[in-house]
């Protein structure tokens, strides 16, 4: 008895590559602040998928990925300015270092449970955020920029430089998608699988709970490290207060998740659409955006704790990206 690609995962397949071709060719054909913005919704959709394998799957509620937005942004720069590394030569570092942070907090916070290790990895990610405000050599609390050479070193003229960045978002959020569908289908998405169904029933049929959170974490860390190192490439700039900030980068990426639907694939790529469409609906609003985000989260899950698309999916029987596993003789 062996295991089968089904249809449908050979549907996700074709329908991932169809949409990267499609997207991969928008320099060609868009303007400028169409790729930054198609560019921004790869890197809110990969930190959501992300963020989602942690809470949804490994039951890891963390409010800490800044820290790992962060120091992949600094590596970045660390990379470039200290190293004289090219900048895209910088981001397998900023996503090695970012996977080493996560390995050395991983048993510290997971002494902690529930609320207090939600509050561990905050804690832990301020920490961080105050050691880089505390290094002059950084730019200090000031933050610092790329030297104009290692920026024209990407590509000779600024619509190339705005393309090679715009494949790196669009490749770290199909990837980031893909690699989470493929993990899933296989046998360590299994634990995983278990740990979101029943964290207990799990650990009693033989599932390393703690080894399974942990290379969940990591993994996690080290991807979200090498989104951030490509964020501040094409910002340019970083600083404490935008490379750590709790709201950007994680507050944001639980809304999208909680909305989409927590535990589902589909519930990122959901929530991350309804989040841009709110955010450009409400831009000229000001402060009573984030109210309105924080009212449309309140009332998703009044109606369906599992999401919006927790509610089609019980209501239609839907299923766009299906993990389940089809047996052949």
Known sequence: ???SLSKPALRVALGLIVVTLLLGSAPWWAGRADLRLIGEFMSFLALAVLWNLLAGYAGLMSVGQQAFVGIGGYMLFIGVIWLGLPPLA???LAMLVAGLAAAIFAPLLFRLEGAYFAIGTWVAAETVSLIFSAIPSLGAGAGMSLPVAAVRSIADSRDGREAVIYWL????GVGTLAGAYALI??????ALMALRDNALGAGSVGVDIWRTRFWTYVGVAAVTGAIGAVIFLQKLRISPVSAFSLTDWT?????IVVIGGIGRLEG???????YFILRELLVD???IYMIVLGLAAILVMTVSRAGIWGALESRFGWSLLSTRRHRRE
Not at 169 to 172: E, V, Y
Not at 268 to 274: F, K, N, P, V, Y
């Open 1 to 3: 008895m062996t295991l």
């Open 90 to 92: 910088a981001i397998p």
């Open 169 to 172: 978002l669009l490749g770290l």
């Open 185 to 190: 289908r296989s046998k360590p998405g299994l």
């Open 251 to 255: 507050v944001v990426v639980i809304f």
């Open 268 to 274: 990122a790529i959901l929530g991350t659409l309804a």
């Open 285 to 287: 609003y000001g402060a």
